[in-house]
Structures are given as structure tokens and as C-alpha cells.
């Protein structure tokens, strides 16, 4: 997601450049990732050949397609908290608490970290005494700018008919500029792409996870606030966008919402909002005070939902999520919401805010969405303070194979 300033400095998108797509911002040399002698918890050589660097065609004309995600995963990628001005006066307990999310998340599946190599030593001393299982943790030395891993990280692609696992790698630009500097997010696509000798597909237009959300049967979900944003695509039109997304994630059928909630500085991130929760129906964010700036904002996202269908042609099923009570600091409203679940395998972890009436009954709902796996209440206090939570600060990777 993105960064809890004070005051984020003012916005300085790029004028548009004279091609169809956006510029990525010039990339640093990047250092070796490997570590010569084998370390408990840290990523080793592979002896596999590498694809081409740069993947050639699209991958939606080549088969791929973004899968859901409630479909098997093979991981969970997180990137380190080390940027004390994303939490600012806050930042003390995040690795704590970063340290328990990846335990939780290491109950279910593997989890893999990208840290610069220095900050693996303390990182994994905070994931031991989390009783993380560390067989299952594995760090890389992938600096990186943020911890937001949603965003700046690859979106995976899986091909269906032969279950191979490729990753799409967009441009990425702080949430149209926000908070530089961002050169080393933006190489963690093609560092994750080496490291695990996958295809990777580069488009320059950007684009955020936390912007998109798909149900695997060729659906995205996301919001006009963020995608028609001219601080992130001035040059791109709405038809050219939805093509992009056609072209790279393999949708066919695009839904579009309006506003995001308040004080989310990423422009109205879907992941905030709604969700897909099975391929025909959205689990969607109410507020209930008709004088809190979101029950506006969020009743007219629902009049929008009730009125998409699916190529069937049949009415999607709503689940409305109520908000937790607003809260912030410095006059600064976080954007807390419980719409911010992660899926993993067997399980979905769920932000709280240590609300006990709210959390509970949050809960309570997705758990019926999810019938068969574990829900998890994760205490995100700290974590919020930086504008995002558990699916802001994690990108799934899913499983290759066919029965997967």
C-alpha cells in the first residue's frame, strides 16, 4: 500500500511521454543475489537455466491469466520494513509485528522476503522468536525502497493449460509520485524473475496489485480513482488501459467502481474496498454512519456492484463488510479496513485494529465467505499507521502445475 507521512510532498508526475506507453524510471546495476555458503533462512544457488530476461509476446495471447486468489499458491512474497519514514514516530514495533505475520503465514505456506542482505541477521532473530517455522522462510537479497510488496512486487500469471508460472512486471512509480525515491521497487520483478528462472512480461504502463482484484474465471476488479489518475497513465485512455489489462493479466471482463475510501493515499486501492470472495460475488466495505465521509463513498461503489453482471448475465452476490471506527493520528485518518484480507492456503488473515466489537463481527462475515478455511485475526494497530496492512504489504505467488 502506501506510506504514512505527514505531509506527502506535492505530487510531480512525469509529463507524458510521446509513445503509447509510460517510461520506467532509469534502473541501478543490480548486484548479485546469491549467497556462496548455505544459510539457514536465506535464499541459495539454483542450477536451472535461465528464460530469456525479457519475455517475448503477451502473456494473455499466450495463454496466461492471473489466477484468483484463493487458487493453490506456491508462496507468499513480503519485502522488510526498514523505511522509518513510512511509520513515522511509529516504526519501533513493525518489525515485531511484521515478524508475527510472517509466523502466521509460514502455519500455512512458504514465505519469501526480499531484504537487503544486511538486514537479514536481526530480521530472522525477529522471525525465531515469532516461532516462525524458518524451514519454511526464506530471505533474498532484494533491497528495496518500502515494505510495500503488493505493489512494487510481480503479478503473477499462470498459463492454463499448461500450469506454467510466469510473472508480469509493470512500471511502478510510488503511487503516481508520492514518496521517492522508488529504483529499487522497481527492480524486484526483475530481481524475483531471476531468481526463480521465470518468464517475465514488461509492460511501462503502471500499475499497482493493490489497484486490481481478479476472480481467476477472466474478471478485474478496480476503481476509477486509481487507474484514470493522471499522476499514473495521463497518456493512456481508458480503452488503451483496459486493453493492457486484457493483454497481460488475461481478463476479458473489466468492472469499474469509483472512489476509494479516506486517507488512503494510494487513490482509491481496490483491495481496501471490495474483493472478489468466488468468481460470482464481491465482499464489499459499508459504513453505516451516514456522517462519516465513507458512507457516501462506498454506498455508491455498492448502487455500482449491484449493477454488474457476470457473461452469464446473472447478478453477482454482495456481501457487505461493515468498516472499523475511524481512527488516525496528526489529523491523518488511516485507511482501516478489513477489506485488506490476505488468502492463503487453508486459511484467510484478517487485519484487526483492536476493536473488539468491529474485529469480531468482521470476522464473523468472512468466515462465511470462506467456508473450509481457517480464519486468522491479525492485530494490525501498528501496521496501519503506515496505510496499509496485510494484502498491501504481501503478493501471492501461485502454484505451477495443472492440478494445482
Known amino acids: 500500500m502506501a506510506k504514512a507521512k505527514p505531509a506527502a510532498p506535492a505530487k510531480k508526475p512525469a509529463p507524458a511521454p510521446k509513445s503509447s506507453v509510460a517510461a520506467k ?46 487458487a493453490p499458491q506456491e508462496a507468499v512474497w513480503l519485502s522488510w520494513p526498514h523505511n522509518y519514514a513510512s511509520w513515522p514516530g511509529q516504526f519501533r514495533p513493525v518489525p515485531y509485528n511484521f515478524a508475527r505475520i510472517v509466523a502466521t503465514i509460514a502455519r500455512f505456506q512458504p514465505v519469501r522476503i526480499n531484504a537487503a542482505k544486511k538486514l537479514h541477521a536481526r530480521a530472522i532473530r525477529l522471525c525465531e522468536r515469532a516461532e516462525a517455522d524458518m524451514s519454511r522462510v526464506t530471505f533474498y537479497d532484494h533491497p528495496t525502497n518500502d515494505a510495500w510488496c503488493r505493489d512494487h512486487g510481480p503479478i503473477f500469471v499462470k498459463h492454463t493449460k499448461t500450469g506454467e508460472v510466469a510473472l508480469t512486471d509493470w512500471a511502478y512509480n510510488a503511487w503516481g509520485g508520492k514518496y521517492p525515491p522508488y529504483d529499487l521497487d522497481n527492480e524486484i520483478p526483475p530481481s ?20 486490481i482484484d481478479v476472480n481467476g474465471q477472466g474478471a478485474l476488479l478496480t476503481s476509477e480513482q486509481c487507474l484514470l489518475n493522471p499522476n499514473r497513465n495521463p497518456h493512456l485512455s481508458k480503452e488503451q488501459i483496459e486493453q493492457a489489462l486484457r493483454e497481460y493479466l488475461g481478463v476479458t471482463d473489466i468492472y469499474w467502481v469509483g472512489e476509494g475510501i479516506v486517507g488512503d493515499d494510494t487513490d482509491g486501492h481496490i483491495d481496501d474496498m471490495t474483493r472478489f470472495y468466488k468468481p460470482d460475488g464481491f465482499i464489499t466495505c459499508v459504513e453505516p454512519n451516514k456522517k462519516d465521509k465513507n458512507h457516501e463513498i462506498l454506498a455508491a461503489n455498492l448502487e455500482r456492484l449491484k449493477k454488474f453482471r457476470t457473461p452469464a448475465g446473472k447478478k453477482f452476490d454482495i456481501v457487505e463488510l461493515p468498516m472499523p ?38 470476522l464473523e462475515i468472512i468466515a462465511g465467505c470462506f467456508p473450509g478455511r481457517e480464519v486468522v485475526g491479525v492485530d494490525c494497530y501498528h501496521l496501519i499507521w503506515g496505510l496499509g496492512t496485510l494484502h498491501c504489504i504481501s503478493q501471492q505467488q501461485p502454484a505451477a502445475g495443472l492440478s494445482a
Open 192 to 211: 524475483i524473475g531471476r531468481k526463480l528462472k521465470l518468464q517475465r512480461f514488461v509492460n511501462d504502463m503502471v500499475l499497482e496489485g493493490g489497484s
Open 25 to 70: 524510471p532509469a534502473k541501478p546495476a543490480k548486484k548479485p543475489a546469491l549467497v556462496k555458503k548455505p544459510v539457514v533462512g536465506v535464499a541459495k544457488k539454483a542450477a536451472v537455466v535461465a528464460p530469456p530476461e525479457v519475455a517475448a509476446g503477451t502473456p494473455g495471447a499466450l495463454g496466461f491469466r492471473m489466477p484468483a486468489e484463493w
Open 325 to 362: 471506527r475511524p481512527f488516525g493520528f496528526n489529523r491523518q485518518r488511516v485507511p482501516a479496513s478489513y477489506a485488506n484480507f490476505l488468502i492463503v492456503n487453508g486459511g484467510v488473515l484478517v487485519p484487526t485494529f483492536r476493536q473488539p466489537g468491529p474485529d469480531a463481527r468482521a
